[in-house]
């Protein structure tokens, strides 16, 4: 169990646009574990490889509650429906909050840690938690997104781990 460091804003890391895993290897399956592990510590729902200060195409969402780890490798945006306006945190922005817009549902497609290509589709929360993971890969941050920022104080009390 390693828990890396999370790479905090601003930093040139987090705008960059993450290069596609090609090698499905040990290294990828140890990134995939220390990602988990800090993000765990972090009290995360998702976290990107940029967030560990490592610039490629991969991503973790999981909202726990018993729910899958979702491990995305070279994911992308196949379809989104509908719009929903909710409050978000990022492991990258501590003691930032504020209102995202962002699609209601999406479906990706992605490759698992051994290379196998797998589509998913999902709504509400996890959603944006996949999509706010995709904009890292891509170099977008969630601060750019936000169109009301909102207090701590306002946040129901389950609202405060989730970060992304
Ligand atoms: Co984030």
């Given at each position: 169990m390693t828990i890396r460091t999370v790479v905090k804003n601003p930093n040139e890391i987090l705008t960059r646009k993450t290069t596609k895993v090609t090698k499905f290897n040990q290294e990828l399956s140890t990134l995939l574990e220390d990602m988990y592990d800090t993000m765990i510590d972090a009290d995360g729902i998702g976290i990107a490889a940029p967030q560990v200060g490592v610039?490629?195409?991969?991503?973790?969402?999981?909202?726990?509650?018993?729910?899958?780890?979702?491990?995305?490798?070279?994911?992308?945006?196949?379809?989104?429906?509908?719009?929903?306006?909710?409050?978000?945190?990022?492991?990258?922005?501590?003691?930032?909050?504020?209102?995202?817009?962002?699609?209601?549902?999406?479906?990706?497609?992605?490759?698992e840690r051994d290379g196998t290509w797998y589509e998913l589709e999902a709504e509400d929360y996890e959603a944006r938690a996949i999509l706010h993971e995709i904009d890292h890969l891509d170099g977008?941050?969630?601060?750019?997104?936000?169109?009301?920022?909102?207090?701590?104080?306002?946040l129901e009390p389950q609202e405060e781990d989730e970060f992304v």
């Open positions: 610039s490629l195409r991969v991503a973790i969402v999981d909202l726990g509650e018993g729910e899958e780890i979702i491990e995305m490798v070279n994911p992308e945006v196949l379809e989104t429906e509908g719009l929903e306006v909710e409050v978000e945190g990022c492991l990258s922005f501590p003691e930032l909050y504020g209102e995202v817009e962002r699609p209601f549902s999406v479906r990706i497609k992605a490759q977008i941050l969630f601060d750019s997104k936000i169109i009301r920022v909102v207090d701590p104080s306002e």
